[in-house]
């Protein structure tokens, strides 16, 4: 057989549904086949037989046997419909036992070409081979999947069917696989274009675009310094270790930088409601609050004492000559009490006196208080319980004396809390709130952390008993939750994930549902194991914003954010913090970059750790090529200076650098050390403790 003069070749549509095998005109899958073989098939084929046969195994196997076994066999049986899982799908079931040959390959091109269309695409079960001199393969039942489905393969099968009729493998190979794809109307994807050759090779023959360094797969890091590059820069993890990155393909970051991409890219605020309770504590205003009410909303007294009426004329008298007041002295007649507690109001008039209680509501007509110790008792009732009559001894009697007057603390309709304001600890805000009537406000709702261990090695740091060989304790996870909660953000134990991708990518598609920021450890170095870059990359589709930062510790700090759905079904984005698995690493860099994150996320400004200087109180060895934060306890001395201690040891897998440490000194790179007495940066962390005796 030559390729000189493209032979016609004969195809066969088997239909496989019951309900068409009852009533053929509702069949629609044959005419769309037909189709395909007319317009796609570059004239090469005759549709020569047409069947419709039930959802029967044997029926089905009858059918194929006639064509395909027939002394002049057709050279393609395309079986539509029965491919699926429903209990009546059989085609696949009633194929294979007849099937000589498989071929894979036809599969995959065919899935691969429906799931360009839907994801649905897996739920089909194509199969495809050769029986005697005859191609055959299933197609769905759907007519429209069907065709898709027969056009993904269709340039290919002419090639396919001959061989299988018999050609002559060289002949047909005589023009190489170019021919081939000329004579079918296609183009190879590497005859595409020569630079972006994306598939990873698998043999082992040289490259044929001479590459001798080993195969790029992304840019290099001086190309594609920002992060708005979509390609990943992570390794591949499923071409195993020959083929990682030997440095890191992401560019190094100042940790300014860093922080601005964070700024960049975390998602906005969102204003919540939330009642005025002690939860409210590091909840920031997402807007002005006003005063519902005036406070006092009575006029009451300051002071213990007897409430007075001071007259007019005094009145005018204070007026003209300041201090003056007028002259109470004397006894004067207690009309009645006011305690502080909801009452009725009395009438006092000049003359008489009332006795009142600490905040107590002023009697009508009352305008001022003389405080108890300014007073005598001067008769009392016969049965001796009651104040009959008090002695005045105080002089020069005000008007408004020991009175808080109504909305004197805060006047009704005032700011008490300012939009972007925080509600502290130190329960000022909340008393405010409280006091004038607030019941509730909006605020930016704070964003829940999860926070997930990774490696093999790791396990709980309870563990009971001795470590096998190569076990670590969990260190992160523990420190790590102590330190969101200790920052007033909502945390969640996502436990300790193995480093195998499949359950990574599980865990931490779980993760994203729950939680608005996913805190991992481990991972983001530079080894084999190291999921996590790529699996936020590929397998999650994240953007990794910055993947390395100029400091130590915590060089391959990671930051990224994922789209995904919310409940509602809105697309949202969330945040992952790969931190890095040492110990005093992963500590550092929550406080340097998740708490700041968490901070914009919450409206918190400014954002992350409060900056002083401070003086070193020794000698501190320095860097040599990177900045260092330095784990160090800053104290303050009788002389109200700020000094600085190291905590030793700055390996950063030396968690034991972080105790006690209120600070992360901001030192330079430098081969020379910084003496004592120099002045730096310090982030403050914690309190600082006083040395003041
Ligand atoms: P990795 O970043 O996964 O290469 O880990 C770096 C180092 O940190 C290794 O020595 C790990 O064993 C250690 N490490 C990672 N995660 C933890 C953890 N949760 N607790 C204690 N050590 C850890
Ligand atoms: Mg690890």
């Not at 590459?211 to 390794?235: G, W, Y």
Request: hydrophobic residues 40%; glycine residues 8%.
């Amino acid at each position: 057989m030559s390729l000189s003069k493209p032979a016609s070749l004969r195809a066969a549509i088997l239909v496989v549904s019951t309900t068409a095998a009852q009533d053929p005109s509702t069949d629609a899958a044959e005419a769309a086949l037909r189709e395909v073989f007319d317009q796609d098939g570059g004239g090469r084929w005759t549709v020569s037989e047409a069947k419709i046969v039930s959802d029967v195994v044997t029926h089905i196997q009858q059918q194929i046997m006639l064509w395909a076994d027939d002394a002049d066999p057709v050279n393609l049986i395309v079986t539509s419909g029965g491919t699926g899982f429903a209990v009546e799908d059989h085609t696949p079931e009633a194929v294979i036992p007849l099937l000589h040959k498989q071929a894979p390959g036809l599969v995959h091109g065919m899935l691969a070409a429906s799931l360009a269309v839907t994801p649905f695409a897996v739920m089909s079960r194509p199969v495809a081979g050769v029986r005697n001199k005859t191609v055959i393969i299933t197609l769905p039942g759907s007519p429209k999947a069907a065709k898709e489905n027969l056009q993904a393969v269709i340039k290919t099968l002419p090639h396919a069917c001959l061989q299988a009729a018999g050609a002559s493998s060289r002949a047909l190979h005589s023009g190489g696989v170019k021919k081939l794809e000329q004579e079918a109307g296609m183009a190879s994807p590497q005859a595409k274009t020569h630079s972006s050759h994306s598939r990873p090779h698998h043999h082992h023959h040289h490259c044929p675009h001479g590459h001798q360094a080993p195969i790029r797969h992304t840019p290099t890091p001086a190309a594609s310094s920002t992060s708005t590059s979509t390609e990943p820069k992570s390794n591949d993890p499923s071409l195993g270790p020959t083929r990682r990155h030997r440095s890191s393909p992401y560019p190094m970051l100042s940790v300014s930088d860093a922080l601005s991409l964070i700024a960049q890219h975390v998602p906005k605020p969102t204003p919540i409601l939330h009642k005025v309770d002690p939860s409210l504590v590091g909840y920031v205003a997402a807007e002005d609050v006003h005063a519902a009410e005036d406070v006092p909303a009575f006029r009451a007294s300051i002071v213990d004492g007897y409430a007075v009426v001071v007259p007019d004329a005094a009145l005018g008298e204070e007026q003209s000559e300041a201090g003056a007041g007028a002259d109470l002295k004397g006894v004067w007649p207690v009309v009645g009490v006011s305690h502080a507690s909801p009452t009725e109001e009395f009438e006092l008039k000049e003359g008489q006196v009332a006795r009142i209680t600490t905040g107590a509501a002023l009697p009508r007509g009352a305008n001022a208080v003389v405080m108890v110790e300014d007073t005598v008792l001067a008769a009392q009732t016969e049965d001796g319980t009651e104040e009959k009559e008090v002695g005045i001894l105080a002089e020069g009697v005000k008007a408004g004396d020991n009175v808080r007057e109504v909305g004197s603390d805060v006047r009704k309709g005032e700011i008490v809390l300012r939009k972007g304001e925080r509600v502290s600890s130190g329960g000022g805000e909340i008393g405010l709130l409280a006091s004038v009537g607030i019941k509730e406000l909006m605020v930016y709702a704070k964003p829940v952390v999860g926070v997930l261990s990774t490696g093999d090695e790791i396990v709980e740091h309870d563990k009971e008993g001795d470590l096998r060989l190569g076990e670590v304790r969990d260190i992160n996870r523990p420190s790590l939750m102590a330190a969101v909660r200790q920052c007033g953000y909502d945390v969640i134990d996502l436990g300790i994930v193995k480093d195998k991708a499949r359950t990574l990518e599980e865990k931490l598609r779980v993760a994203l549902r729950e939680v608005d920021v996913v805190i991992t450890t481990g991972g983001v170095s530079m080894g084999e194991l190291d999921l996590l870059k790529p699996t936020i990359e590929r397998s999650l589709g994240g953007t990794i914003h910055f993947g390395r930062v100029n400091m130590k510790p915590g060089k391959p700090t990671t930051f990224a954010t994922v789209p995904v759905k919310n409940n509602a079904g809105e697309r949202v984005s969330k945040v992952i913090f790969a931190l890095p698995g040492n110990p005093a690493s992963a500590l550092v860099t929550f406080h340097l970059f998740v708490l700041p994150a968490l901070h914009h996320m919450s409206g918190v400004s400014p954002p992350g750790l409060p900056k002083v200087p401070v003086t070193l109180a020794h000698d501190f060895v320095l860097d040599k090529a990177r900045p260092e934060y330095h784990r160090a306890v800053v104290s303050i001395g009788s002389d109200g200076r700020l000094t600085a201690s190291s905590t030793g040891s700055q390996r950063s897998s030396r968690v034991g650098s972080m105790k006690q440490a209120n600070a992360l000194l901001c030192m330079p790179s430098g081969s020379e050390p910084l003496r004592k007495g120099t002045r730096v940066e310090a982030l403050l962390m914690g309190n600082i403790q006083s040395n003041a005796q």
